[in-house]
């Protein structure tokens, strides 16, 4: 563990040329999305990084993890997709760490696919927020993360239309490419017919233990369906990870020397030098 810390000390990460835009989703819950979008968001802007994340999941679990406010008055993504807000009206500093700011999700967000569904160019009113956002900014961000819910609806499909890339969490458990087929064929279709710069860049083991056998084979399946997007690093079960949400903070705020924040901080890097590669 020392080493592990020094190693990731020692290191400076590389910062993109330009913003990448990341869409995290799994059609699946339960498989350590928000949890994997919110910690290497802070893991990213722990190491200078600019970061901005999106909250489009009803729930609201990334904002409550960065320690945003997401009662129903607050402008929201809802706000900025069904009433045209401009994104920066929406945009939060999270309390831990002044590079990472959030544009919360609210309950409204609940019934947005419904009020999308009858809109004029409704699968790309969060690009063409997001582009206006980013076009106006001297310093943008050098990501953003787009954390979506576990569906593959309207606000998923506006996800997938303003993102260049996709990130994948996979649960080292039953069943772990489970419906996976369909959201590649989703994102097919989206590349064909939405956003031909889509791509599946990066494919996030998390979960993992390593006493039992079911974990070990999962990654060994995964890393052979996916064997050039399947990072290193791979995400243990930890109780501190679920925890820290509880108390309205990443596991990189909340126990920074903790497996699962090591674990974040060193897919955060990897993420980082590939996207530099």
């Not at 600019?50 to 706000?79: E, F, K, W």
């Amino acid at each position: 563990m020392a080493r592990r810390r020094h190693a990731l000390s020692a290191q400076e990460l590389p910062l993109p040329a330009r913003t990448r835009i990341l869409t995290v989703v799994n059609q699946k819950g339960g498989v350590g999305k928000t949890t994997s979008a919110v910690n290497l968001a802070a893991a990213l802007a722990q190491g200078g990084a600019r970061v901005l994340v999106l909250d489009l999941d009803p729930q609201g679990n990334a904002s409550t993890a960065l320690g945003i406010d997401h009662h129903a008055d607050v402008i929201s993504t809802y706000d900025v997709l069904i009433d045209g807000e401009p994104l920066s009206t929406a945009i939060a500093i999270s309390p831990q760490n002044k590079l990472l700011q959030v544009v919360p999700s609210t309950i409204h967000l609940a019934g947005a696919d419904l009020e999308l569904a009858g809109m004029e160019r409704r699968e790309h009113r969060l690009r063409e927020a997001l582009d206006a956002h980013l076009s106006s900014l001297d310093e943008p961000p050098h990501y953003v993360f787009i954390d979506c819910p576990p569906s593959l609806g309207l606000l998923t499909i506006n996800a997938f239309t303003a993102a260049t890339e996709v990130l994948l969490p996979i649960q080292c458990e039953y069943y772990a490419l489970e419906g996976v087929s369909q959201l590649l064929d989703t994102i097919s279709r989206i590349q064909a017919h939405l956003n031909p710069k889509l791509i599946v860049s990066t494919v996030l083991l998390t979960m993992f233990d390593g006493r039992t056998l079911l974990s070990r084979q999962v990654v060994d399946e995964v890393r052979a369906h996916f064997p050039d997007q399947t990072l290193e690093a791979v995400i243990p079960r930890s109780v501190r990870v679920s925890e820290a949400p509880g108390y309205g903070q990443t596991v990189i705020a909340y126990d920074p020397n903790s497996p699962g924040a090591l674990s974040y901080r060193e897919a955060a890097a990897e993420i980082a030098r590939r996207g530099t590669a």
